[in-house]
């Protein structure tokens, strides 16, 4: 086990230092700034926003999920999660889009409308999930629990 995690320790390291060395080697100096913010913003966002909203339907999910199956939980939580995800990622082309580009090859499709159309049909799954779930939960019977007796 030892063995192994100083290999992966080494491995991380040299493809940070890889990263570095691809970093100086392709940005200019003044667009370094700008990325770093950029990079800052992701983590503040992931950290901030998304893994505690992850968290809490989660959560929630978890006191449901007695009465629900465990497809059902996890039908809803990947759809949580890739809603996120694909929100974060396409936020920014959005913005990059209202404020303009210089060549407009760059951003040609409508990335608001076609987001819209990705989280409909994530909340379309996660409700048919739900609702195949929750109909699921009352046809089955309830477990019957045993009477004890004393004595």
């Not at 063995?3 to 390291?13: D, M, P, Q, S």
């Not at 990325?35 to 913003?41: C, D, H, M, V």
């Amino acid at each position: 086990m030892r063995a192994t995690r100083i290999v992966l320790v080494v491995l991380g390291v040299l493809v940070m230092a890889f990263g570095a060395y691809v970093l100086v080697a392709t940005v200019r100096p003044n667009r370094i700034g700008g990325l770093a913010t950029w990079l800052l913003a992701a983590v503040v966002l992931h950290d901030a926003v998304l893994s505690p909203f992850v968290v809490a339907v989660g959560l929630l999910l978890r006191r449901a999920g007695r009465r629900l199956g465990v497809g059902v939980l996890v039908v809803v939580q990947a759809a949580v999660v890739l809603g996120s995800v694909l929100a974060l990622v396409v936020l920014p082309e959005i913005a990059a889009r209202h404020h303009g580009q210089k060549n407009p090859t760059v951003l040609p499709f409508d990335y608001t409308t076609r987001l819209l159309v990705v989280e409909g049909v994530l909340l379309a799954v996660v409700v048919v999930a739900l609702v195949v779930g929750v109909v699921r939960a009352r046809r089955s019977p309830r477990p019957l629990v045993a009477a004890t007796t004393n004595g």
